[in-house]
């Protein structure tokens, strides 16, 4: 039965790096404002209710500070570090996707310009786009993606984009607890 379910892919695109420390490449951290992005998409990723079941990131300390303040409960959805995820091309993501166990319907993919812009491109569109919505994949960003119902041969414009978030577009939760001492004060008076 469950051969024939639909897969989601959510494709997250590491948060802003910080750029202060001369680090090799795959030594960067992510930036204040980095951390403070990718913690709005955990909130963002919870609220929606699309937390991921199967979780593969990049080795480049920048995607898996990303991974981390996610907070996905690690306890659902195991999260395998790939060394192929840094950096990787089309050709190598498209790969990757065909090697994960079919029983995952909603995987995370944490990596890098330009192979997931590549990617997101390449799922949506037959042919090349100039102009499409994930031309642009910026830092912290989120492509979802519905797939049919098997992780391999995908083909060009086999996904369906459900919907594509950027940091701006995930404003941050306010809490009721914030307003809570205030309230307790005026039911004192």
């Known amino acids: 039965m469950s051969e024939h379910r639909l897969r989601e892919l959510l494709l997250v695109r590491h948060a802003k790096s910080d ?15 980095g951390k403070k992005a990718a913690s709005r998409l955990g909130h963002w990723l919870q609220e929606n209710n699309l937390m991921p079941s199967y979780a593969l990131v990049s080795p480049a300390q920048r995607a898996q500070q990303t991974f981390k303040r996610l907070k996905v409960d690690k306890d659902i959805c195991p999260q395998i570090t790939l060394d192929q995820l840094y950096l990787a091309t089309l050709d190598e993501l498209i790969e990757v996707l065909a090697e994960i166990p079919k029983h995952y319907e909603r995987v995370m993919i944490i990596g890098h310009n330009p192979g997931l812009e590549e990617l997101a491109q390449f799922l949506e569109y037959e042919s090349h786009c100039e102009d499409c919505e994930t031309r642009l994949f ?52």
């Open 19 to 33: 750029w202060k420390e001369d680090l090799d490449d795959k030594e960067r951290p992510i930036s204040e404002k």
């Open 138 to 189: 910026p830092t912290g960003s989120l492509a979802h993606f519905i797939l049919p119902n098997s992780w391999k041969n995908l083909n060009a414009g086999a996904g369906k984009l459900v919907q594509f978030i950027r940091p701006k577009d995930v404003k941050p939760s306010h809490h009721k607890h914030h307003h809570k001492p205030q309230e307790e004060k005026e039911n004192l008076v």
